[in-house]
């Protein structure tokens, strides 16, 4: 049974580019949440996705958005690169109404120069 | 505004000894406290989860003491390895109102030595 996956491993981009993340969710789930986590530090949550909508979104400006995929796959976008999205980008998913068990992906290391 | 606070940023156990990490929290509405294990590389891996009901909850060498009147639980690693060495995350959230949104703290780096 394959967890969650996530593409690319890593990512450089320059200032002001934009970048598109992707994540397929372990077999049965069908919610995913992206998370950021900057070196050293614990993941902060971006926003989550169930039924292709937003359902909650954390602190994150609006160059950041995402989409769900009729089978529960998510983009994470994020628009005019700042230095200070450099980050390792997670994608969690979780069953349907369990939403308390999530099962994070190996992640996508992002660096903006 | 960190929801969850964490400590200590780090520690050194010797193997087979105790490792003890201690998280605290504002917010009264969480009702469930997952502890996570990451290794370098890696996504964070559930290692074990506590709800308010209980105060404590093992699970082989991990153990939970959750603290609802100070608003504060640890994770307690027994006959730490070296294989243990790694950041521990805890964290918590509302499964209510947030849908599972989780607020993490900031990482304790365990390094067990032989």
């Known amino acids: 049974d394959a967890g969650v996956t996530q593409s690319p491993t890593h990512l450089i981009k320059t200032r002001g580019q934009q970048v598109t993340l992707r994540c397929s969710p372990k077999?049965?789930?069908?919610?995913v949440s992206w998370y950021q986590q900057a070196l050293g530090q614990g993941p902060q949550f971006i926003f989550q996705?169930?039924?292709?909508?937003?359902?909650q979104r954390g602190n994150f400006p609006d160059r950041f958005s995402g989409h769900q995929f009729p089978n529960y796959s998510s983009e994470l976008n994020v628009n005019a690169l700042l230095l200070g999205d450099s980050a390792l980008y997670l994608c969690?998913?979780?069953?349907?109404?369990?939403?308390?068990?999530?099962?994070f992906g190996p992640g996508t290391r992002l660096t903006v120069l | 505004q960190q929801q969850v606070k964490q400590s200590p940023q780090s520690l050194i156990v010797q193997k087979g000894g105790i490792s003890i990490i201690n998280c605290a929290y504002e917010?009264?509405?969480?009702?469930?406290f997952p502890w996570y294990q990451q290794f370098p590389g890696k996504g964070p891996a559930l290692l074990i989860a506590?709800?308010?009901?209980?105060s404590e909850k093992k699970e082989g060498r991990f153990t939970i003491s959750f603290n609802k009147s100070a608003k504060q639980f640890s994770l307690h690693i027994m006959d730490s390895q070296p294989g243990d060495s790694a950041t521990y995350f805890c964290?918590?959230?509302?499964?209510?109102?947030?849908?599972?949104?989780?607020?993490f703290g900031a990482g304790t780096q365990v390094v067990v030595t032989p």
């Open positions: 969690a998913s979780s069953r349907p109404r369990w939403t308390d068990t999530q099962y």
């Open positions: 077999s049965g789930h069908d919610t």
């Open positions: 996705y169930y039924e292709e909508e937003e359902r």
């Open positions: 917010n009264t509405a969480f009702d469930y």
């Open positions: 506590i709800r308010p009901d209980v």
């Open positions: 964290a918590a959230t509302d499964l209510t109102d947030s849908w599972g949104k989780l607020q």
